[in-house]
């Protein structure tokens, strides 16, 4: 079978693969367009595992909240360089994979993956991309919060985002902004004191203990100096009790009880690409 540059063309339209790489596709296949389709598919699955092993560490971490503000949804697309990070297609990409999660309501991670769009799974997508840039991509995270106002926050750059989830419905846009953006900057471990996992205050106490320990304080003191340390671990990292970064004198619950005596978070996602 023959084929002309212009299912060249639409081959790369379609699968988003270099020109020089559709025309071998098509060559190989003999014209047969699907062929072609499924040759690009099959590329991108066999450079995805030569590239298994390399390090994706950079990569986007976006948001997107729903039309009624009540879903948010953080997703992590690693790849392997900033350059690709910073591409538009990418961008692109990634904020289809966000619209699918709202749109599905996916539960986690597995079933984000297994949603499709443009007739192939994501998961399906993101190996094909590994073979249509040349990089290591990986689909890494997903979060998401519900709640009856969420708010997002992007930080430049794309490497750090947070969703916020507050109890009440349209809560003022400068304060859900300063919230998300609090915890942007100061990367809290839970809401409140209530919702630290178990396991992390167990951890924070033992920490203390071994600390005055070997400061030489006496053992028997060293539950009660290690609940004092506690204590000032709750007020530094949880959101409601730490210190409002742009005031410094109040709590970020004192700040939600000026706009609403009631106002407060019921749930966050952060996440954060350490490159």
Request: hydrophobic fraction near 45%.
């Amino acid at each position: 079978m023959s084929f002309t540059t212009a299912d060249v063309v639409k081959l790369r339209k379609v699968t988003g693969a270099g020109m020089m790489d559709c025309k071998g596709a098509l060559e190989d296949a003999n014209g047969d367009f699907e062929r072609a389709v499924e040759i690009i598919r099959e590329k991108g699955k066999l450079v995805a595992a030569k590239r298994a092993d390399r390090d994706a560490a950079e990569g986007v971490v976006l948001t997107k909240i729903s039309a009624d503000q009540k879903t948010g949804a953080l997703v992590v697309l690693n790849c392997e360089t900033d350059f690709v990070a910073k591409n538009e297609n990418f961008i692109a990409f990634t904020n289809r994979i966000l619209d699918a999660a709202l749109e599905n309501n996916a539960a986690d991670l597995d079933a984000l993956k297994a949603l499709s769009f443009d007739g192939r799974t994501i998961e399906a997508q993101v190996t094909e991309q590994t073979g249509v840039i040349g990089e290591k991509i990986d689909l890494s995270y997903y979060g998401k919060v519900n709640a009856e106002t969420v708010v997002g926050y992007i930080h430049p750059g794309n490497k750090l985002a947070t969703l916020v989830g507050f109890n009440k419905a349209d809560v003022d846009t400068q304060v859900s902004k300063d919230v998300a953006m609090q915890v942007a900057a100061m990367a809290p471990v839970a809401v409140d004191k209530d919702s630290v996992p178990t396991e992390v205050v167990e951890k924070e106490l033992a920490i203390a203990k071994e600390k005055f320990r070997l400061e030489g304080k006496p053992e028997a003191m060293l539950d009660r100096i290690a609940q004092g340390a506690l204590q000032k671990f709750f007020q530094e990292s949880t959101l409601l009790n730490q210190v409002y970064v742009k005031d410094g004198k109040i709590t970020i619950k004192e700040f939600l009880s000026k706009t609403d005596k009631d106002l407060t978070v019921t749930a966050f996602e952060r996440y954060t690409l350490n490159v």
